[in-house]
């Protein structure tokens, strides 16, 4: 521990050098190590600290990410729990893989709105079913999908990240179904034993009822394969503009319940109960948007099937994957647990390197209706 605390304080007057010079530009490789390191920081999972040493081996933080890796599979090793196996590293790309984090949200105009927002739950009412839209099980150990209609509304934001901008109108060709939940620890454990899913580093005594996480692109491909297979359906994961659509459940605001945050709808640090900082809620704990779809602000980063754009210059419009040969810098959507308000927006997008795991990043399903 003394030899933490000793590289603690070198990296302190580091980084205090730097602050001291100024704000870091966003699109900065320097920036990017910062904002991945300042994500994991509070750690108690060796694996994140060793996806942060598997995308900088030389970085400033490397010295003290090996010495915490070594701590945290040491005490593990101690109290009788298997380490976590190392994985394999993520392939060298041009870019780290990383968060990319937004300046300071200022105040901003929201988006227009669409032409026919869906109207709040009826009172009495769960949100899929005041909307009228019906749930789907596929098979016994299959997530329950919510099947939404065709339809088109503003993605992305005006506003000061340049990641959302521009503003623009995209539709929804064909209906499609997703995940009422994120993938759930019991519900990855199935694909474990069914042997298509790599098993997690302590999913076995967490609840059953919490997203699954600590799961990369990669990961979630994986157990697509399997749930495919399983239950003669063809699930992916939810294209970017798909995940937005549900996500939004027919509003225009910044979050699907209004332009401020409310307590009580959003699993998130400083958003109300129930919270707690080693870990995400079970979910459904808290509120469904209009379409009926659970914890779509915080609870864990959800893997989408797009290839990473630092804007939505040239995207597609039609709801289909942006996606490119040979990609792997993938796009998350949602912010996590960890994360604060103004990370909760409907708009907030980041990257991150297909192959890493990290503890703050889940996924929920989707399939084709049609």
């Known amino acids: 521990m003394w030899r933490e605390l000793l590289i603690v304080g070198v990296l302190g007057a580091i980084v205090g050098e730097g602050v001291q010079a100024g704000v870091l530009p966003k699109d900065t490789a320097e920036q990017y190590e910062l904002t991945f390191w300042d994500s994991i920081k509070d750690s108690e999972h060796a694996s994140d600290y060793e996806a942060y040493l598997k995308a900088y081996p030389n970085g400033r933080f490397a010295p003290l990410a090996r010495a915490r890796a070594e701590r945290l599979r040491a005490a593990a090793a101690k109290a009788g729990k298997a380490p976590p196996k190392a994985e394999t590293p993520a392939p060298k790309v041009a870019t780290p893989p990383a968060r990319v984090e937004p300046p300071p949200r200022k105040v901003e105009t929201p988006a227009p709105r669409a032409p026919s927002p869906a109207a709040a739950p009826e009172a009495g009412k769960a949100a899929g079913e005041s909307a ?20 088109d509304f503003v993605m992305g934001s005006n ?27 019991e519900q990855w454990n199935a694909c474990v034993a069914g042997a298509g899913c790599p098993p997690l580093a302590g999913a076995e005594s967490a609840p059953k009822d919490a997203p699954a996480r600590d799961l990369s692109w990669d990961d979630a491909l994986r157990y697509l394969a399997w749930l495919s297979k399983t239950s003669g359906k063809t699930y992916r994961l939810p294209t970017e503009v798909e995940w937005e659509y549900a996500a939004r459940g027919g509003t225009a605001t910044r979050y699907w319940w209004g332009d401020q945050m409310r307590t009580g709808n959003a699993n998130c640090m400083g958003c109300g109960e129930p919270w707690q900082q080693d870990a995400p809620a079970a979910v459904g704990s808290f509120a469904a948007n209009p379409y009926g779809v659970h914890d779509v602000n915080g609870s864990v980063w959800e893997w989408v099937g797009d290839c990473w754009h630092s804007s939505y210059r040239g995207a597609p419009s039609d709801g289909s994957a942006w996606d490119a040969p040979n990609c792997r810098i993938r796009v998350i959507r949602g912010g996590s647990w960890r994360e604060g308000a103004d990370y909760m927006l409907s708009s907030t997008r980041f990257k991150y390197g297909a192959s890493v795991r990290q503890s703050q990043n889940g996924f929920r399903v989707a399939r084709d209706l049609e």
Do not use: Q
């Open 159 to 185: 506003t000061a990240d340049p990641s959302e901008r521009p503003a623009h109108r995209v539709s929804i060709p064909r209906p499609f179904a997703i995940g009422k939940y994120e993938v759930t620890n």
């Open 132 to 151: 009228g839209l019906r749930e789907i099980k596929d098979c016994p150990a299959c997530p329950t999908v919510i099947a939404l209609p065709r339809g």
